[in-house]
């Protein structure tokens, strides 16, 4: 499964043409966004700074368990502990 490199010029999820209309979450997917954002950082979630989007960890490499087995085996990887 490839992941997308969001880097930052990613944005906020628009609304798709599909939905126009139609009363379901995939159709408020902006506000339910934004919603999700002043949740999660309160009040420096602000229009200005686009809802503390940027505040979101991106993905930057595959976090598969797969890959993480893989590197343990060619000792890329040390030591593991997902307490740590």
Known sequence: MAHSKAGPNASLPSRPSLARGIP???GHTPKFAVSFLKALY????T?????AFDYLPKVDRN???TYLWD???NGIVKEFSPLA
């Open 63 to 65: 976090y598969s368990w």
């Open 24 to 26: 379901s979450i995939i």
């Open 42 to 45: 309160g009040d420096a979630a």
């Open 47 to 51: 229009k200005p700074n686009r809802w």
């Open 71 to 73: 590197n343990m085996y």
